[in-house]
């Protein structure tokens, strides 16, 4: 799986997403599918390389995530 998939806007309650060596992500679901996610508050993104230069400041991924209020990359605080 290259992408996570766009039914995890079904998933309104969900309050932590946490992703751990998912090394063949690369992409999240739309900007509008994890809007969707009132509830969450924190992405974790640990040993996901292709996905977590990506979710970095001004990269390709980072405005779909910019408005989840903790953002962990790799252990550090965004």
């Not at 779909?64 to 965004?78: D, N, V, Y």
Request: proline fraction near 5%; include cysteine.
């Amino acid at each position: 799986m290259e992408a996570l998939p766009e039914w995890i806007r079904n998933l309104a309650s969900l309050e932590v997403l946490g992703l751990h060596e998912c090394k063949r992500i690369k992409q999240l679901p739309s900007k509008e599918a994890l809007q969707c996610l009132t509830e969450l508050t924190d992405l974790y993104i640990e040993e996901c390389p292709e996905l977590r230069e990506r979710c970095k400041p001004h990269e390709t991924e980072w405005h779909k995530i910019s408005h989840i209020h903790r953002i962990i990359l790799e252990g550090k605080w965004l």
